[in-house]
């Protein structure tokens, strides 16, 4: 058979990827650098051949990424519990499965236009160019395969500062990413970062001129940085999201959505269900459920006091606690509880310290409120207006949209767990960049994109 000229392209093409490949066989991962400048500019060259692929190359990068994700799933997930010693490896796994296969790519980017007898105008969603990203240590992967997906959907390649409790599992996932590029044709370095990242890294991310976006995920310090910066950010923030109860709610049912929602992951998610408020009449019964059906564990007053010091430190959250299961939890206030439980409750004041701070721990506070407006006060005063989620379990719908205009929070799950949120048991699709604080809610690749109009004038319009 003779070789075609296309052929031999292929070949070479399929040659030069192997070849930048068996770096990792030789134990170096793609897209990291000594020094945050040399991953920024490695990023932006990455992204003057990412923007002339054509939308079929970047979507093929996507479906790479996604395989690698599910190939790799209960690989990050054991990482990442290990190195950051957060969550589940069995939760975990669920969620890079999820993000593989709900996370928005390519079909995102849409064109939005009018036509008529002035002629024809687009507008178009272009890329930014190199986006700086700032990623947590509670979904470290998770975070990074997520934004990877869209970022570079929309045409852009992305630099990394990740927590410096996750960078192994991070940058493991940023390898991923970058092999799925190459395998596609695309080039090395879509998504860059440095072996040590720190607070002076990121700084020099923020100032940096070829960085003209960055997304925040993580606590309220670092969305304020970002938003400080001088540059335009999308700032995804913390949350301490009430979960509500009316007396109108299927109670057996709500006490398992809400004990599901807050075990996931030891209650790592931001969406988490971090407390509930219940109307007095039925807070009771739904306690009963909780602790005989649904494996959560009773602690006394002493109790409460023993575990409030040993989880909020004079300096803040003790991270020995947090993402820890509730038995790990237990035993670290000298109580040997049944392997069945997986949940730590007891009735309090809003104001208890393991009700209003938002933990990241299986912990669940009970407020009650002696009726529906009493409970959606108590609600809204302990998301602290961060606006970022909710969720409330009621069959009453003149209490649900009530409760939604005065929590006025991106996400609002209404009787299932909060993970529904993500697509997980709920329509929708999948981030784990909720931009609660700059308000574009839900990131997907449009997100990332600029808005830009192409106008003809007098012609194209052929109705
Ligand atoms: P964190 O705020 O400690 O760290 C997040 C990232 O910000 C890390 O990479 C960290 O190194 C960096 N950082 C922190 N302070 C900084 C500063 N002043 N300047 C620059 N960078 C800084 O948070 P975490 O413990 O890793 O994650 C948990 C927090 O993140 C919780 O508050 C949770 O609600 C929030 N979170 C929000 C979302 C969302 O989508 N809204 C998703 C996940 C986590």
């Not at 092999?179 to 040590?196: L, Q, Y």
């Not at 931001?270 to 019964?285: G, L, M």
């Not at 409030?308 to 004079?314: A, D, G, Q, R, S």
Request: overall charge negative.
């Amino acid at each position: 058979m003779p070789v075609s000229e296309a052929m031999v392209q292929d070949i070479v093409k399929e040659v030069v990827a192997r070849m930048q490949l068996s770096r990792t066989a030789q134990g170096a991962y793609h897209g990291v650098f000594a020094d945050m400048n040399d991953a920024i500019a490695a990023a932006k060259e990455a992204q003057k051949k990412v923007r002339v692929m054509t939308m079929d190359q970047r979507e093929q990068i996507i479906s790479n990424i996604r395989r690698k994700t599910h190939e790799n799933a209960e690989v990050l997930a054991r990482m990442g519990v290990e190195e950051t010693g957060m969550g589940n490896v069995g939760d975990k796994i669920l969620k890079h499965h999820l993000l593989a296969d709900k996370t928005p790519g390519t079909e995102d980017i849409t064109t939005t236009a009018w036509s008529g007898d002035r002629g024809l105008t687009l507008v178009e969603m272009g890329p930014f160019g190199v986006i700086g990203a700032i990623t947590p240590c509670t979904n470290p992967s998770e975070t990074v395969l997520c934004n990877c997906i869209g970022m570079i959907a929309a045409g852009n390649t992305v630099v990394f500062n990740p927590h410096p409790q996750a960078v192994k599992t991070s940058i493991f996932a940023m390898n991923l990413v970058n092999e799925a590029s190459i395998e596609a044709g695309g080039p090395d370095n879509v998504a860059c970062t440095v072996e040590k990242p720190t607070l002076a890294s990121s700084s020099v991310m923020m100032k940096h001129r070829d960085i003209p976006l960055i997304a925040a995920t993580g606590g309220p310090g670092v969305v304020t940085a970002v938003l400080s910066s001088g540059k335009r950010g999308i700032g995804a923030g913390a949350g301490n999201p009430p979960a509500l109860v009316d007396e109108t709610a299927d109670i057996r049912k709500a006490a398992q959505d809400i004990v599901n929602g807050c075990t996931f992951d030891n209650n790592l998610p931001c969406i988490a269900e971090k407390e509930i408020v219940a109307v007095d009449s039925i807070a009771d019964e739904l306690m009963h459920y909780m602790i005989s059906e649904q494996g959560c564990y009773l602690i006394s007053k002493e109790e409460q006091e023993r575990l409030t010091n040993t989880v909020l430190t004079p300096k803040g959250l003790n991270r020995k606690c947090v993402g820890r299961s509730a038995r790990t939890l237990l035993s670290m206030i000298g109580i040997e509880a049944p392997s069945n439980i997986r949940c730590i409750v007891f009735e309090g004041e809003k104001e208890h310290p393991l009700i209003s701070e938002e933990l990241m721990m299986p912990i669940l506070g009970l407020v009650r409120a002696k009726d529906f407006d009493d409970a959606v006060e108590k609600a809204v005063w302990l998301e602290h207006g961060n606006r970022h989620s909710a969720h409330v379990h009621s069959k009453n719908i003149d209490n649900i949209t009530k409760y939604a205009r005065a929590i006025d929070t991106a996400i609002l799950v209404k009787n299932a767990p909060s993970y529904a949120a993500l697509g997980f048991g709920g329509e929708g699709y999948c981030t784990f960049t909720i931009a609660s604080r700059t308000g574009e809610g839900l990131t997907s690749a449009s997100t990332f994109t600029k808005r830009r109009r192409c106008v003809m004038s007098d012609s194209l319009c052929i109705r």
